[in-house]
Nanobody, 123 residues
Framework: HVQLVESGGGSVQAGGSLRLSCAAS????????MGWFRQAPGKEREGVAA???????RYADSVKGRFTISQDNAKNTLYLQMNNLKFEDTDMYYC??????????????????RGQGTQVTVS
């Protein structure tokens, strides 16, 4: 079982940057498919980025070239560096994880474990 706690959200002007963190307890993050999805109230979840146990990163087209997913195995922490933020990036961002081989960004919306979310607001 994995417990996930996100941090790092906030308010930023368009063009700015934020780095989200996801601290995991339990099984090592390096063994999991881990990623980020986002969701606004009343809207469907949208997969953003994923990082598999093969260390391969995958991104939604809407964030490719602007967001970078990474992990620090020693700290058991997943990160999402978000640069050149746009108004449409405004959302609640959730960290998610599961022990599974397939790890596409679109899979993140259905991973078994997720955190409580952190709000990102771009104005």
């Amino acid at each position: 079982h994995v417990q996930l706690v996100e941090s790092g959200g906030g308010s930023v002007q368009a063009g700015g940057s934020l780095r989200l963190s996801c601290a995991a307890s339990g099984n090592a993050v390096s063994r999991h498919c881990m990623g980020w999805f986002r969701q606004a109230p009343g809207k469907e979840r949208e997969g953003v980025a994923a990082l598999g146990s093969d260390a391969r990163a995958r991104y939604a087209d809407s964030v490719k070239g602007r967001f970078t997913i990474s992990q620090d195995n020693a700290k058991n922490t997943l990160y999402l560096q978000m640069n050149n933020l746009k108004f449409e990036d405004t959302d609640m961002y959730y960290c998610a994880a599961d022990l599974q081989a397939r790890c596409l960004y679109s899979d993140t919306v259905e991973l078994a474990h997720r955190g409580q979310g952190t709000q990102v607001t771009v104005s």
